[in-house]
C-alpha cells in the first residue's frame, strides 16, 4: 500500500467529492449497505442501498491508486461487492462474488475490500454479487488517468456518469426466489432507468425524468454503464451523434455512432459535441433482444439534453429507438469496436495458444419433482456450459483452494462439450444437464483460446459473458456452429477489441484470447442474472507462478467466514 500526505476519506452520504482535488495514492470509501424506501412508478418500496442511494455512490480513483472500500451490512440479507472489471491482480479475495471467492458479509458484519489499480484507466462499475441484490446495489467506478497523462482524445469541457438499469415495483428477491421453487421464469422488470429515474411511462405519467444540462458549443464525456440484472440495451441521444471512445476501461479507436449498444456489465464512453444552438433533446435507453420467444420488459427509458437557455416549456425534439430485434445496429456497433493499438497502449494479443477451448453456453430442462406450478410439469429451465449446470458451494472456492480444502470442487471441468450436436439446429431430444461445482484448471502465464457458443435449446439467444479477473481480446464472432477450420483464418490478431464483458450472439459464437497472468480462481457467468440463477456459470483456477510476484496473496484477517 502506498502513502500518501492526505488520507482523503469520502463517505458519500449524498455529497460527491472528487478525490482528483488531493494528491493521494490511498483512496478510502465507506459503503454502508441499508434499506430506504424509494418511490418510483407511482408506488413507493424499500430497497437496498448503498448511503442511501440509488444508483449508488460512485467510486473515483486514479491509476496505480490503493482502493480500500470498508463495507457494512446494515440489511436482513448477506451482502458481497463485486468491483467489475478491476484485474485484482494477486488480490482475488477482494474480487467479491459470493461462494467464489469469500463467504458473503452477513447482517451486521463488515468487510474491508482492498485492491489496487494496475494498468487500467476508464470506467468500470461495482455491484452486489449475490442473489439478485444488484438490481439496487450498483454503482460507477471511475479510474482517471495518472496525473499528467492526457485522455489519447481531445479533452471534454465535462464528464457525466450515466447508469441504466432496470426497477422493478416488487422485491427482487422474492422475484427470484418464487421462480426458482415454481422452477418457471421469473418476472421481468416493469421499467427501465436512467440514472434511477423511468421518464415517463404509461404506468405512472407523472414520473420524473432525470435531466442532463449541456451548454451549446461544448464537448462532453458521457461514461454510460448497463447495470441492468438482464436486459441488453440500445442507447441513443435525438439529433447528436455519438463518438465512442471507450468500452470496458480500455480506449478503442474513436468512432461516430447515433446508437450503442450496451449489455448488463458493459461500459462505454462517448463524446458528445453540443452543437445546437438551444433545445431539448430526448435520450432513450430500450431493450436489444432478437428472439420473440423470451420475455423482456419492453418500457423504454427516456432522458433530457437540455441546453442552457432553453425554456422548460420548450418541446423536446424527439427520437425513435431501434426495434427490439435490430440485429444489424448491434451487429454495425460490434463490428465497428477496434483497440485504439497505440504504441502507448498497444494490443497485447496472444498470438500463440495453449490452451484451446470450446464452450457452450445455453439452456437445458431438467426434472424437478418439488416445483410448485402446474406449468413447469415437474421440470425446470436451467443454463449450462459445456452442459454442466454450476452447482453453488458452501465454501468459497478461493478460500477451499488455498487452504487445501478437499470436496469442495473438482477440476475436471470439460475444455469440450460432452456431447456434441448441431448447436443452431434442432435442439436434441434430451435437453438435461449435469450438475456439478467444477473448474478448468490453468497454469499460471499460460495462453487461451476460448470459443462460446450460443446453443439453441429453448430458443437462441444473447449471452452478455464476464470474466472476473481479466481482460480479454474478441478475436472473431460469427452466426451459426464454430467451424474450427475455416473460422480462425478470418480471426482478427492485430487490433480486435479488449473487454471483460461480451456478447455471444444469438445463434452464434464468439471467440476470445487471454493470458493467465493473475493467480486465484476467476468466476466466468452469463450476466444476465436470470441464466446465472440457472446455473450459466464455472470458474478458472490459475496456478501460482515461479516467483513471489507471481503468487496469490494470503486472505486479509478480516475475510468473512461462511
Known amino acids: 500500500m502506498g502513502s500518501c500526505w492526505v488520507r482523503l476519506i469520502l463517505l458519500l452520504l449524498g455529497v460527491l467529492v472528487l478525490p482528483a482535488i488531493v494528491e493521494c495514492r490511498v483512496r478510502h470509501y465507506k459503503f454502508n449497505v441499508v434499506t430506504k424506501n424509494m418511490t418510483r412508478l407511482c408506488s413507493t418500496k424499500p430497497i437496498v442501498t448503498v448511503n442511501g442511494k440509488f444508483p449508488g455512490p460512485t467510486l473515483y480513483a486514479r491509476e496505480g491508486d490503493t482502493v480500500l472500500v470498508k463495507v457494512a451490512n446494515h440489511v436482513k440479507y448477506n451482502v458481497t461487492i463485486h468491483w467489475h472489471g478491476v484485474r485484482q491482480l494477486r488480490t482475488g479475495w477482494a474480487d467479491g462474488p459470493a461462494y467464489i471467492t469469500q463467504c458473503p458479509i452477513q447482517t451486521g458484519q463488515s468487510f474491508v475490500y482492498n485492491f489496487t489499480i494496475k494498468g487500467q484507466r476508464g470506467t468500470l462499475l461495482w455491484h452486489a454479487h449475490i442473489q439478485w441484490l444488484r438490481a439496487t446495489l450498483h454503482g460507477a467506478i471511475v479510474i482517471l488517468p495518472k496525473r499528467g497523462v492526457p485522455y489519447p482524445f481531445p479533452k471534454p469541457n465535462k464528464e457525466f456518469v450515466i447508469i441504466l438499469a432496470e426497477w422493478w415495483k416488487s422485491d427482487t428477491e422474492a422475484v427470484i426466489n418464487e421462480a426458482m421453487s415454481s422452477g ?3 418476472n421481468v422488470s416493469d421499467a427501465h432507468t436512467i440514472n434511477g429515474h423511468p421518464g415517463s411511462v404509461s404506468a405512472c405519467p407523472s414520473e420524473g425524468s432525470y435531466t442532463l444540462p449541456v451548454e451549446s458549443g461544448k464537448t462532453y464525456l458521457l461514461r454510460i454503464v448497463n447495470a441492468a440484472l438482464n436486459e441488453e440495451l440500445f442507447f441513443k441521444i435525438a439529433q447528436h451523434n455519438l463518438t465512442v471512445v471507450e468500452v ?104 500463440t495458444v495453449d490452451h484451446n477451448l470450446f464452450f457452450t453456453v445455453g439452456l437445458g430442462v431438467n426434472p424437478c419433482p418439488t416445483c410448485t406450478a402446474a406449468a413447469a410439469n415437474l421440470s425446470r429451465v436451467v443454463a449450462a456450459v459445456n452442459n454442466v449446470t454450476f452447482v453453488m458451494p458452501n465454501i468459497a472456492l478461493l478460500q477451499a483452494h488455498f487452504f487445501n480444502i478437499s470436496g469442495v470442487f473438482t477440476t475436471d471441468f470439460p475444455g469440450n462439450p460432452p456431447t456434441p450436436f448441431n448447436y443452431t439446429g434442432t435442439p436434441p431430444a434430451n435437453m438435461q444437464t449435469t450438475n456439478g461445482t467444477k473448474v478448468y484448471r490453468l497454469p499460471y502465464n499460460a495462453t487461451v483460446q476460448l470459443v462460446l457458443q450460443d446453443t439453441g435449446i429453448i430458443a437462441p439467444e444473447t449471452h452478455p459473458v464476464h470474466l472476473h479477473g481479466f481482460n480479454f481480446f474478441i478475436v472473431g464472432r460469427g452466426l451459426g456452429n464454430y467451424n474450427p477450420k475455416k473460422d480462425p483464418k478470418k480471426f482478427n490478431l492485430v487490433d480486435p477489441v479488449e473487454r471483460n464483458t461480451l456478447g455471444v450472439p444469438s445463434g452464434g459464437w464468439t471467440a476470445l484470447r487471454f493470458r493467465a497472468d493473475n493467480p486465484g480462481v476467476w468466476f466466468m457467468h452469463c450476466h444476465l442474472e436470470v441464466h446465472t440463477s440457472w446455473g450459466l456459470k464455472m470458474a478458472f483456477l490459475v496456478d501460482n507462478g515461479k516467483r513471489p510476484s507471481q503468487t496469490l496473496l494470503p486472505p486479509p484477517s478480516d475475510l468473512p467466514q461462511c
Open 184 to 186: 418457471l421464469a421469473p
Open 248 to 351: 470496458d476501461a480500455t480506449y478503442v479507436k474513436p468512432f461516430q455512432t447515433d446508437t450503442i449498444l450496451i449489455t448488463p456489465g458493459q461500459t462505454t464512453n462517448v463524446l458528445v459535441t453540443t452543437d445546437r444552438n438551444s433545445g431539448k433533446y430526448l435520450i432513450t435507453a430500450s431493450t436489444f433482444m432478437e428472439t420473440s420467444i423470451v420475455a423482456i420488459d419492453n418500457v423504454t427509458a427516456t432522458a433530457t439534453v437540455h441546453y442552457s437557455g432553453t425554456l422548460a416549456s420548450t418541446p423536446t425534439m424527439l427520437t425513435k429507438p431501434p426495434p427490439q430485434n435490430a440485429s444489424s445496429v448491434a451487429n454495425r456497433f460490434n463490428n465497428a469496436l477496434r483497440s485504439l493499438d497505440s504504441k502507448k497502449y498497444p494490443a497485447m494479443v496472444p498470438k
